[in-house]
């Protein structure tokens, strides 16, 4: 892989309530050091859910040799989405409350870093699943983590990262019940009761959960986690192991590979790259068109 030629023009497509107003601070610091930097910027804001799909289809048109994203993980999904396959590589400014593709993919949370991978790094292809019409890059899940979801986005707001998805748990766990789940790839099949199913193109989600420790965001494969039924103290007892990723180790924790699946239950939210949007019944399937991203260059080997 090579780094992009010298970036000269640039998109920067952020949403300013990101990370309780990180988003706005974050994309104002960029700017400035973009136009330090002699690269023309065009910088455009959110101010409404899903308003940076429409943003980036627009920004294709315009052929920058950039597209900036400042915010969250549903920010960058709604960027992909919106680039409907389009080659133009783009850049994480991560701003959000969980930052969990950047996390798997190795980029600073501290602006003029991440900014440096995005004009200096290295371009990497990121492949691009979609649940029935709706896209996602990271993490898609139901059953409890679609509900702890959920209640950050309704709760706990105020709180960031790891603290929002721990108090989020906290508060929906006592009450939530396991659910009849029926999942069917071309290779196979499985049914039975679950707590949470997720669906993984990346590492964690939740603002650091390691809940498929073994995923490449790359390999063309998503990485099916489900936790069974286990009782509700096994639960309990397993969840801090999800931070290291170690809970798949547990035999009523299955991981599957898969290429497509379909996900079979009552009607049930999803969670789609830490955004409530999506329902079951489902069919999953990988985009033709990965995404460019931009992510740190590997280091240089030492002269001999």
Known sequence: MTTLPEIRQAVLIANPTSGRGRGARAAGEAEALLRDAGVRVERRETTRAGQAEELAREAVGQQPDLLLVAGGDGTFRDVVAGLQGAPVPVGILPCGTGNDLARTLGIARSVPQALETALHGTP????????????????????????????????????????????????????????ELELRWPEGEWSGRTWLTAFANAVSYGGGMRIAPMAVPDDGCLDVVIVEAVPRAELLREFPRIFSGSHVKNPRVRVLRVHQVEVSTAPEDATIDGELIGRTPAVITRAPAPVRVMVPAPPQAPPQ
């Open 124 to 179: 990497r292809p990121l492949d691009v699943w979609r649940w029935n019409d709706t896209v996602f890059v990271n993490v898609a899940g139901i059953g409890l983590d679609a509900a702890v979801g959920a209640a950050v986005n309704r709760r706990f707001k105020q709180l960031r990262g790891t603290a929002a998805y721990l108090a989020a748990f906290l508060a929906v766990f006592p009450s939530f019940q396991p659910f």
